[in-house]
C-alpha cells in the first residue's frame, strides 16, 4: 500500500471513529467555556516566558 493511500485512510478511519464521540449530552449547554481558559492559560505561559527572558536580560546587561 502506497503511503499517501495510507495516510488519507487512516485519517478518514479517525474521523468516523470519532464522530460519534464528538455528540454526546450534556457538553452543549456546559456554564464553562474552554476555549476562553485555553486563551487565559496560553497567554499566561506566554507572559510568564516573556517576563522571564526579559528578567534573564537585565540581569545579563547589569553584570558585564
Known sequence: MKKPLFVFLSCALFLLIASPLHAQIGCDDSP??????LALVGGAGALFSTLRIRMRARRSSSQK
Open 32 to 37: 464553562e467555556n474552554p476555549t476562553a481558559v
